[in-house]
């Protein structure tokens, strides 16, 4: 039978295994972070009381508390809200790897910077998206491998822009570290669904105008109406209208 932990090893020894664990690789501990990583379990804390006495001092010893700063996303989009050709963008387009609490909160951690785009440019609609289990062409295929190859690393996700002369695709995703079974596992294991009406909802209170759920109108100039908000964060699609542009057409609507 083996010993027991706290018999074999010296406290010398039993801090510096704490801290391997315990210490986050940032340096940072965030109440809800936006990056996705695969997090060191404090399940240890729970193992016995002498071990939580032991170590639950070393997590703020190492670790800094990051309450939120403007993420990388937001500071994209304000970037491109100052640059003439993206002003041009009517159809802007974000697929994420999930609909879910924390994608979602990372999207509206940039919502501020998107308000401005659309406020100075012509941005007529935004749609988040994500295709899950979607069979996928050559040409998708294509753009996942350019994104794996060439995206740039913001907020712990990769990025990567495309566009056309009045169309922007954004394909964001997680870094790889295994192979397609693996990764489906990490989805459903990540998958947090909690929380996701109070977000549609502040997602829309950025920008008024209308936002819709798989192609119906739940929220209306910052006007809830649909109660019970059906959303598939593996395969679904949000869809926002900003208020300058919605008012913009019920004026053209009024003309005739």
């Known amino acids: ?16 295994i704490y801290t391997y664990v315990l210490a986050s690789p ?3 501990v965030t109440l809800s972070p936006w990056t996705v990583e695969i997090a060191r379990s404090l399940s240890l804390l729970r193992t016995c009381k002498q071990i939580h006495r032991e170590c639950k001092d070393i997590i703020w010893y190492h670790n800094r508390l990051d ?9 994209k ?12 963008i009517r159809q802007l387009k974000v697929c994420l790897e999930l609909l879910d609490r924390d994608e979602l909160e990372w999207v509206a951690s940039a919502a501020a910077g998107l308000e401005e785009w659309c406020r100075v440019g012509r941005l007529e609609s935004i749609t988040l998206s994500t295709e899950w289990d979607k069979p996928r062409g050559i040409e998708e295929f294509k753009e996942i491998l350019s994104l794996r190859k060439y995206g740039e690393c913001l907020d712990g996700r990769l990025y990567q822009e495309s566009s056309t002369w009045t169309r922007m695709v954004i ?12 990764q489906r596992w990490l989805k459903e294991m990540l998958l947090d669904p909690s929380g996701l009406n109070e977000l549609l909802g502040s997602i829309h209170g950025a920008f008024g105008g209308q936002l819709y759920v798989g192609g119906k109108l739940c929220f209306d100039n910052r006007v809830r109406v649909v109660e019970d908000l059906k959303l598939d964060p593996r395969n679904g699609e949000i869809r926002i209208v900003p208020k300058f542009q919605s008012t913009q057409n019920n004026s053209n609507h009024s003309r005739y």
Do not use: C, Y
């Open 1 to 16: 039978m083996p010993l027991p932990f706290l018999e074999v090893f010296p406290r010398e020894i039993r801090d510096q």
């Open 26 to 28: 940032s340096g940072a």
């Open 67 to 75: 309450i939120r700063q403007p993420t990388h996303l937001h500071r």
């Open 77 to 88: 989009f304000l970037t491109l809200s100052k640059q003439r050709p993206a002003r041009r």
């Open 171 to 182: 394909n964001t995703g997680w870094p790889r570290f295994s192979h397609w079974g693996k």
